[in-house]
């Protein structure tokens, strides 16, 4: 079956824009969870979503948001886009339980400039 | 809280040698941990996972770990690397509400 698929793969913006990337989890999957992969700070998570509703939620600040719709598919927004924003960002999907195996997509690479 | 530190940023191994790669975790409840592996431009792979039950967990391309309570540690574990297995390796630990916290990652680079 398909895998967790992440649109786009690459995106440049600049600073002050706002970004929405997607995630289409793996057919079946009402979980989705959004990761922050940089260099620096390694990767650090986001939020989860489950049947629509955010369930958990990282140390980020407002900008970054997300949601998921009745078909299970995510997106996460980053509005006032800043140069520290620049890094990839994955999404995981899962059946929900808790200890349920988490399957990641490829990610999307952000640059800022 | 939770954390992970994964005790060496790089470790370089020749081919067909045994490799460790470390993990410590500081929790104060229990725990159920991870290891998955990222290949250059990839997302993450779960190689395997302890949630309860036998110490030593078996995964995938011939790996494995021991969950170690009283120094609390998850060292994975291969006897026989491969040069295919070069890649970044992360700990994980989960907190317990649908979210991980990885350790910062040890970069295996195995060279013939």
């Known amino acids: 079956k398909a895998g967790v698929t992440q649109t786009p793969r690459y995106l440049i913006k600049t600073r002050g824009q706002q970004v929405t990337l997607s995630c289409s989890p793996i057919?079946?999957?009402?979980?989705v969870s959004w990761y922050q992969q940089t260099p620096g700070q390694g990767l650090q998570f986001l939020f989860e979503?489950?049947?629509?509703?955010?369930?958990n939620k990282g140390n980020f600040p407002g900008r970054f948001s997300g949601r998921q719709f009745s078909n299970s598919r995510s997106e996460m927004n980053v509005s006032t886009l800043e140069l520290g924003d620049s890094a990839l960002y994955l999404c995981?999907?899962?059946?929900?339980?808790?200890?349920?195996?988490?399957?990641f997509g490829q990610g999307t690479r952000l640059t800022v400039v | 809280a939770q954390s992970v530190t994964q005790l060496d940023s790089q470790v370089p191994v020749f081919e067909e040698a045994p490799v460790e790669l470390r993990c410590n975790y500081s929790?104060?409840?229990?725990?159920?941990l991870f290891w998955y592996v990222q290949y250059p431009n990839q997302g993450l792979q779960l190689l395997l996972k302890?949630?309860?039950?036998?110490?030593l967990v078996k995964g995938i391309n011939g790996f494995e770990a021991e969950f170690n309570k009283s120094q609390t540690s998850f060292h994975l574990r291969k006897p026989s690397v491969h040069i295919s297995d070069t890649a970044e390796y992360f700990c994980?630990?989960?907190?317990?509400?649908?979210?991980?916290?990885f350790g910062k990652g040890t970069s295996l680079l195995v060279t013939p």
């Open positions: 995981a999907s899962s059946l929900g339980g808790q200890w349920t195996e988490a399957f």
């Open positions: 057919s079946g999957h009402r979980s």
């Open positions: 979503y489950f049947s629509e509703t955010q369930r």
């Open positions: 929790s104060s409840v229990s725990v159920y």
């Open positions: 302890y949630l309860s039950g036998s110490t």
């Open positions: 994980a630990v989960s907190r317990g509400v649908y979210a991980l916290n």
